[in-house]
């Protein structure tokens, strides 16, 4: 991604709940599938400094910051010549509900 892209601030949903990041429009295409929403699970990992602020639908509330990210590269053989690169999950600091979650191919 080129440094001087702007960013802009969007609502990214999630499973369990939303947060409110700064993605560049190119990541709000990939990310949005042709229809206004975006799926931060279509993003997958962004840097926690992207993130303003989420929501926990189980907290029921709206928490400053990034959720936590987790993730791990398991570099996993499916068949096929496809691999899951990488796999990681958006949680609640709170509570640990899973905002969102995402895999990554090398395809
Ligand atoms: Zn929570």
Known sequence: ????EDLEEKKLLGSGGYAIAKITEREEIKANLGIPQIFLANLG???????LKYHC??????????????YETPNEE??????????????????????????????
């Open 57 to 70: 639908n189980t907290c029921g509330k709206e928490f400053t910051g990034s959720p936590l990210i987790k």
């Open 78 to 107: 499916l068949g096929q010549g496809v691999i899951l690169v990488e796999k990681g999950e958006y949680k609640c600091k709170n509570c640990d509900n899973i905002i969102a979650f995402y895999r990554k191919f090398n395809k």
């Open 45 to 51: 990992r962004l840097s926690e400094d992207r993130f």
């Open 1 to 4: 991604m080129s440094e001087n």
